[in-house]
């Protein structure tokens, strides 16, 4: 038998060293592909790098998906060897506790009864002492019985508390994993967009890439040299939808509505009132908005691309790969100023020949809106 538990212990400790051995890999594997990602992020933006890039980002969420689905699975093996044991031992408790329950009637007697009435009773001093060990090896029976009792409760307590507390870093892990499976699902859409823009050609990446710097740059110059149209209020119209630097700057009619802080891109949802608009993006209506701002078009709002990383934002290279406002549609052309403020207009050259148009509004407290390729 002694043999039989030496090698029981030997084979759990050598089943335990592969987990810990699988947990250090995952780890290296984590951390060359988050150091890869970050050389490539420093080194040339070429289409090239960019696919590696992908890549990379693509295989590092893909390990952390297999991980957390590891952690899932173990933690609910675990919770389920708990339930088992929860169930032992409340069976436990009620046995042990029915127990205590017949033996009360009992003890309660045997309190009662003075050792005097045992002397009377005993046929002889050797009998006395005899019936008075017996009364306290009964007595100690029940205070050992009272004490299993609480042990076991204090043991039930224990494994439901640790149940739910597994339960809750499950839930906490289902809902990494959603988020994380969502990033995945976004990393090859982002590569998928990439390989059919470009057609897996250079020269039509740099292009691309160009195209979107020239953008910027013609922006920055509306800051400097636009004219002012003067004070205009909330609801005004400004401008209409329009297609304005096609076909250097713009791929089709729509609105580029973008937010500034202090000269910083900020999120617009911010600033825009709650709405429910169709996200091209999802293929799926989405909730957005906790400011105070109307929209600067109106319903039915078509939202062609978010704020932040996108599928499309991998050629706004100056910003880091951010999108830095709302491209958006609706049924009517119509912008309308979303807040009140001072509205300037501007015309620049963008990608070569072509004309983009430009407004914006300076809202006072370092806050502007743009409103790119209007009519």
Not at 3 to 11: M, N, P, S
Not at 103 to 131: C, H, M, V, W
Not at 240 to 248: I, R
Request: charged share 25%; hydrophobic share 35%; with cysteine.
């Amino acid at each position: 038998m002694k043999l039989l538990r030496i090698v029981l212990a030997f084979c759990l400790l050598f089943l335990a060293v592969p987990s810990d051995v699988y947990a250090d890999e995952v780890q290296d594997r984590i951390n060359e592909y988050t150091s890869k990602i970050e050389e490539l992020q420093g080194q040339e933006n070429t289409l090239a790098n960019q696919i590696k890039l992908l890549d990379s980002q693509i295989s590092l969420t893909t390990l952390r998906i297999n991980t957390i689905r590891g952690q899932i699975d173990k933690l609910s093996t675990e919770i389920t060897e708990l339930n088992d044991e929860i169930d032992r031992l409340e069976e436990l408790k009620t046995k042990r506790l029915e127990l205590v329950l017949h033996r009360i009637p009992e003890t309660y007697k045997r309190s009662r009864a003075p050792q005097f009435g045992l002397l009377f009773f005993s046929n002889n001093f050797s009998d006395f002492i005899a019936r008075l060990q017996y009364l306290r090896t009964v007595e100690a029976e029940d205070a050992l019985n009272y004490r299993k009792l609480q042990d076991t409760q204090d043991q039930y307590n224990e494994r439901k508390t640790l149940r739910e507390k597994k339960k809750e870093q499950s839930e906490a892990l289902k809902k990494q994993l959603e988020k994380e499976s969502a990033a995945l699902a976004q990393k090859k859409r982002e590569k998928q967009v990439l390989l059919e823009e470009t057609r897996n050609s250079e020269s039509v990446y740099q292009r691309l890439l160009a195209q979107a710097l020239a953008e910027k740059q013609a922006l920055e110059r509306a800051l400097v040299d636009a004219v002012k149209v003067g004070p205009i209020n909330k609801g005004d119209p400004i401008a209409l939808v329009g297609n304005s630097g096609y076909p250097g700057c713009s791929t089709g009619a729509h609105l580029h509505f973008e937010v500034r802080k202090n000269n910083a891109w900020v999120d617009p949802a911010g600033y825009l009132s709650g709405k429910t608009v169709f996200d091209e993006q999802t293929n799926s209506n989405w909730s957005v908005g906790g400011g105070s701002w109307d929209w600067p078009l109106t319903d039915p709002i078509r939202l062609t691309q978010r704020f932040g990383h996108t599928p499309w934002s991998y050629r706004y290279s100056y910003s880091g790969g951010i999108h830095t406002g709302f491209d958006m549609t609706s049924g009517s052309s119509v912008i309308r100023a979303p807040q009140s403020g001072t509205l300037y207009s501007s015309s620049q050259t963008c990608g070569g020949s072509s004309i983009i148009k430009i407004k914006y509004i300076d809202h006072g407290d370092g806050v502007l809106s743009f409103y790119l390729h209007v009519q």
